[in-house]
C-alpha cells in the first residue's frame, strides 16, 4: 500500500531569463514501509521534489500536479493551515546541513520539543522526556545534559543525529531524508545510514532518502529512482537497476563507481562526457541527448520522451526500445 502517490509534479520558477523548469512531471509512489531512494546529481531537482512535496518551495515557485496524495488524502487540497499540521507530525523531513537547519540561538532540546508540544496535548515534561528517549535511540550519550547544549557545540555527527531524533519526535508516517549524509566523514556516513535504516523498521516508517551516492542506496533502497535534469529518467527496485541499468545516464552513473574485487588499482573509472542542459525557457526531446553516446535524431523530436514501461513499476526515459538499445550497445563495444 502506498502511503505517497505522486503523479505529473512540476515546479516552475520565473527567472530573468525565462522559465526555470527544476522539476518536470515527476511520478513515482513510495510504500508503507519501504524506502525510495532518489539518486542523481547535484542540480538534478532532488531536493525541490522533496520541498515540493512539502510545499516548503520559495515563493515565487509554483507547484502543479496531476495527483499528490499521503495517506489517502489529497495534498493538493490542503490550506497552508493544514499543511502545518501535517508537516512535523505525519511527515518529517531532515533536512541537509543541520548546521543551518538547527536554530544557533536555542538549545537544542526546546528546538526538539517544540514540534511535540505544537503537534501533541503533552506537558513540557513529556515532551522532554521524549526527547530524551529519542536522542537515546540515536546514539547519543548523556542525552540528558545535552538537552542544555547548543548546536555549534555539537559535532557534526551529532547535529544529524539531532535532526534525526527532531523528524521522529511525532512518530511520522514518512520521513524525507535529504542527503543526510552530506559533510560527513565514511565512518560516520555509515552509522548514520545504518541509524535510519534500524529506526526505520522499528517504527515502521516510509523513508525517501535523497542522494547522489549510489553505494549508499545500494545498501539500503527497496526503490529507486534516477534523476536527471529535473526528470526521472530510471524506476525500478534497487536489484534491478544496480543489476540491469537500462537508461545510459543510470548506465553511465554506475561506471564511474569502482567494485571491489572488480575494479583493478588505478584503472581508468568511467566518466559522463559534457555538461547538464539549461532547464531555461521551453524545454523538448531528450535532455541527456547531447551527452549520450547513443543518440538519435528522434531524440531531439519536440515531443517530450515518455515513460517506457519494462513491467510492473519498472521503466524508463528513451526513444529507444530495450531490444535495440542492447543491439546498439553490443554493436557499439559498449559496457
Do not use: W
Not at 49 to 70: C, G, H, Q, V, W
Not at 106 to 118: M, V
Not at 288 to 317: K, M, N, Q, T
Not at 318 to 323: D, E, F, G, P, Y
Amino acid at each position: 500500500m502506498s502511503i505517497l502517490t505522486v503523479e505529473n509534479l512540476s515546479v516552475d520558477i520565473p527567472m530573468a531569463g525565462g522559465v526555470l523548469h527544476p522539476v518536470r512531471d515527476i511520478t513515482f509512489a513510495v510504500e508503507a514501509g519501504k524506502t525510495l531512494a532518489i539518486v542523481g546529481e547535484s542540480g538534478c531537482g532532488k531536493s525541490l521534489t522533496s520541498l515540493a512535496i512539502m510545499e516548503l518551495l520559495p515563493k515565487s515557485a509554483t507547484r502543479t500536479a496531476a495527483r499528490l496524495d499521503f495517506a489517502g488524502s489529497s495534498l493538493l487540497a490542503k490550506s497552508e493551515r493544514e499543511m502545518s499540521d501535517i508537516r512535523g507530525d505525519r511527515m518529517a523531513m531532515i533536512f541537509q546541513d543541520p548546521m543551518t537547519s538547527l536554530n544557533p540561538a536555542y538549545p537544542i532540546g526546546d528546538q526538539l520539543e517544540e514540534s511535540l508540544l505544537r503537534h501533541r496535548k503533552v506537558t513540557r515534561r513529556e515532551a522532554r522526556e521524549r526527547a530524551v528517549y529519542l536522542l537515546e535511540k540515536v546514539g547519543i550519550t548523556a542525552a540528558g545534559s545535552r538537552l542544555g547544549q547548543y548546536p555549534h557545540q555539537l559535532s557534526g555527527g551529532l547535529r544529524q543525529r539531532v535532526m534525526i531524533a527532531m523528524g521522529l519526535m511525532c512518530g511520522p508516517e514518512l520521513i524525507i531524508a535529504d542527503e543526510p549524509t552530506t559533510a560527513l566523514d565514511v565512518t560516520i556516513q555509515a552509522q548514520i545510514l545504518l541509524l535510519l535504516a534500524d529506526l526505520q523498521q522499528e517504527f515502521g516508517m516510509a523513508l525517501i532518502l535523497i542522494t547522489h551516492d549510489l553505494g549508499v542506496v545500494a545498501r539500503v533502497a527497496d526503490r529507486v529512482a534516477v534523476m536527471y535534469a529535473g526528470q526521472i529518467v530510471e524506476t525500478g527496485t534497487a536489484e534491478q537497476v544496480f543489476r540491469e541499468p537500462t537508461h545510459p545516464y543510470t548506465r553511465g552513473l554506475l561506471e564511474c563507481i569502482p567494485i571491489p574485487g572488480k575494479t583493478a588499482p588505478g584503472a581508468r573509472l568511467g566518466s559522463i562526457p559534457g555538461i547538464v542542459p539549461s532547464l531555461l525557457g521551453d524545454l523538448h526531446g531528450c535532455s541527456f541527448r547531447d551527452r549520450c553516446s547513443l543518440a538519435h535524431e528522434a531524440c531531439a523530436e519536440p515531443e517530450i520522451v515518455p515513460i517506457r514501461e519494462l513491467g510492473e513499476r519498472r521503466g524508463y526515459r528513451c526513444v529507444l526500445t530495450a531490444r535495440s538499445m542492447a543491439g546498439e550497445i553490443a554493436e557499439a563495444g559498449l559496457q
